[in-house]
């Protein structure tokens, strides 16, 4: 005699396992913000600078050095400040935000998903209004290939953040419940 068949249990799913240290996809993420604030660090002011001169925004001869030369030296410095001050603002945000994400903290991914959304919305953006600019000119490639390789590091941030493991990170707040669990015996590395 067979035993007879039991539904199968629809009840609330099982609560997942602890994790007892950070996921890779988290590791991941947080080396992307890190290479991230270290370019914004080395290249952000120059390419913030040469991106807005090549854009349609900023003309050079809307600062007037011909006529009056200090008033185009106290325009262009405006514009410099206000470059390098984003500039700041950006590598002090995506510092504090690789910090938090290695910390398990929710609105640490949620603010860098966001951040990386928006990354990615205006390089495609840039990219777009570059080429419909050049309209029957032939494509500059280098451009292309910059604007891609740019946008790699907030696209594999974006990857890493939506993996279950990291979700999972996020959901059990890092490294808080181990620490109520009391001191954890030493565990073997990978082998």
Do not use: H
Not at 19 to 29: H, I, Q, W
Not at 126 to 144: H, I, K, M, N
């Amino acid at each position: 005699m067979t035993a007879p068949l039991t539904p199968p249990s629809f009840g609330s799913p099982q609560a997942p396992d602890l994790l007892l240290r950070k996921p890779g996809t988290v590791t991941c993420a947080q080396v992307m913000l890190w290479l991230q604030f270290s370019f914004l660090i080395c290249c952000g002011a120059g390419t913030g600078l040469t991106a807005l001169f090549w854009s349609p925004v900023v003309d050079v001869e809307d600062f007037e050095f011909g006529r009056d030369f200090s008033e185009g030296v106290e325009d262009f410095a405006a514009v410099v400040t206000v470059v390098i001050a984003a500039t700041i603002a950006a590598v002090i945000l995506f510092g504090v935000l690789a910090v938090k994400i290695g910390a398990g903290r929710r609105w640490a991914q949620v603010t860098t998903i966001a951040v990386m959304l928006l990354v990615f919305v205006f390089g495609f953006l840039g990219l777009y209004t570059g080429f419909e600019e050049q309209t029957g000119a032939p494509v500059d490639g280098s451009r292309l290939v910059g604007t891609l390789a740019g946008l790699s590091m907030p696209l594999v941030t974006l990857l890493c953040l939506f993996t279950g493991s990291a979700n999972q990170w996020f959901r059990q707040r890092g490294r808080e419940p181990l620490r109520a669990l009391g001191p954890m015996p030493p565990y073997a590395p990978y082998r």
